[in-house]
Nanobody, 123 residues
Framework: VQLQASGGGLVQAGGSLRLSCADS????????WGWFRQAPGKERDFVAS????????SYADSVKGRFTISRDNAKNTVYLQMHNAKPEDTSVYYC?????????????????WGQGTLVTVSS
């Protein structure tokens, strides 16, 4: 598993942005993918997770209704669509993957991590 995140940038409050995470080393192993974020001086927080097996998803309360996680099997890519961005969404966003079936909010359960992509939301 080799994850490559992209799509970060500057967006105005209320705007939209889509992050992508591509896996260049995909196998048939069942995976759960997740997005986490870390603001300067803060801990890494869970954002969203999706199961490759059954498409089940989970979201942090802070992004529920604004962010959507989805996947594209053919491209081995997971997306995080951000709508109605808020300044408090400003963070470095990381994608991650773990072997399993069920979504997880615990970063310690994710074995594979991509490099971060910076999202800045201006007010």
């Amino acid at each position: 598993v080799q994850l490559q995140a992209s799509g970060g940038g500057l967006v105005q409050a209320g705007g939209s942005l889509r992050l992508s995470c591509a896996d260049s080393g995909r196998t048939n192993t069942p995976y759960v993918w997740g997005w986490f974020r870390q603001a300067p001086g803060k801990e890494r927080d869970f954002v969203a997770s999706i199961s490759w097996t059954d498409d089940s998803t989970s979201y942090a309360d802070s992004v529920k209704g604004r962010f959507t996680i989805s996947r594209d099997n053919a491209k081995n890519t997971v997306y995080l669509q951000m709508h109605n961005a808020k300044p408090e969404d400003t963070s470095v966003y990381y994608c991650a993957a773990r072997v399993g079936i069920s979504t997880s909010t615990d970063s310690r359960e994710y074995k594979y991590w991509g490099q971060g992509t910076l999202v800045t939301v201006s007010s």
